[in-house]
Every structure is written in C-alpha cells, then in structure tokens.
C-alpha cells in the first residue's frame, strides 16, 4: 500500500465511514491535535531510561503511557466518526479512573507540590510536560467541537485528566532519576543572583 494517495491533494481529508471534509474542519483540527499530543507521548516513551531508579516503577509509567497511546488513538477515532455512525472504541469511565488511580499511587511518592515548578529535568520528563501541553490543546479543541456536534463528555474528562496525569508523571520521572523540581521562585531567586 502507498503511503501517498494523493487524495488530499484539494485540502480535503476522510472521515471515518469516507466521508469528506476540508482538513481546516473542526473534526480534523481536534482529531490532528489529538495525534500531535500522542507522538508527544512516544517520544517521553523513548527517553524513559532503561535502568536507573527504581525498575518496576519506571515499567509502571511505561505501561500507562503505552496505555495513554491506546486510548488517545481510539479519541481520535472517536473524533472522526460521523454523527450517527458507530464509534469503534468509545473511551469510557474506567479509562479515566484508570488515570486517576495512577495519579494517586505517584503522589503518595512525591514531595508535596510547594511552588509552581518549571518544565525540565530529566529529557523524558519534559518531553511528558510538552506532551502535557499539547492534551490541553487538544481538550481545547474538543471542547470548540462538543459545541457543533454531539460528543461523549467522557472524552473532554479523559483529556483532562490526562493532562494531569502527564503534570504528576513528569514530576515522577524527575523523582526516579533524583532530579528536583525545578521550582519558579527557586530559578527567580538564581536569575537575580546572578544579575547582581
């Protein structure tokens, strides 16, 4: 099969089922933005060390994010389906307890959240920031589209909850490798030291 089918060669794309519509459509931008905060969650997956900290801790975030793909791949299937055709894989309210139970376990662990904390450390941590960032876009834009068509409201509290879970898991990765939170009032307090 060819990767190129020159189909969109117009600025039109399919939906799920062949329906056609502009790749400017509120479905494609939700759906796309979906896609960009997946391949965000792949990179962090590629720069989680191999050893170091604590072994089963680092395959239990490995294992949440391999599940995070999965269901993010499965709302932007949802994203794309038509009114009134079948959604293939609905995300359901198990999917976000299973977010919420992984948030918990890691908080128990982690130092208290005393400041807001810069993005960084560890690179596969702030590749799971970065992805953070994407999700709340792309929560944006589900959100744009749940006013123009009927959604599941599951999957606006997934990618919330998600969006946390990426916070409390960078913070985790961080923790694994002995790399503090980079804390704002901390880097302030450095940029005006060395200014002086």
């Known amino acids: 099969m060819k990767i190129y089918t020159k189909s969109g060669d ?32 792949g990179l962090a997956l590629s720069l989680l060390p191999e050893t170091g900290g604590d072994p089963a801790e680092l395959e239990r975030i490995r294992h949440g994010l391999k599940e995070i793909q999965t269901k993010l791949f499965h709302i932007g299937a949802e994203l794309s389906t038509p009114e009134g055709k079948e ?14 139970q992984e948030i918990d376990l890691m908080e128990e662990k982690l130092p208290p959240l005393a400041q807001f904390i810069l993005p960084g450390g560890h690179p596969a941590s702030a590749s799971l920031h970065a992805a953070r960032t994407v999700v709340r876009r792309a929560e944006r ?5 749940s006013s123009k068509i009927p959604l ?12 946390d879970y990426l916070f409390v898991a960078a913070r985790w990765v961080n923790h694994l490798a002995g790399i503090p939170d980079a804390g704002l009032h901390e ?3 450095e940029v005006g030291e060395q200014k002086e």
């Open 10 to 41: 117009k600025g039109e794309t399919s939906l799920n089922y062949g329906i056609r519509v502009p790749k400017d459509d509120l479905r494609v931008e939700a759906y796309g933005t979906v896609d960009e905060a997946n391949s965000f969650v």
């Open 141 to 145: 834009r589900v959100v744009s589209l």
């Open 152 to 163: 599941q409201a599951v999957v606006v509290r997934y990618l919330n909850r998600l969006s």
């Open 87 to 100: 959604v293939p894989w609905p995300i359901r309210e198990e999917d976000v307890a299973f977010l919420e």
């Open 187 to 189: 880097i302030n307090k």
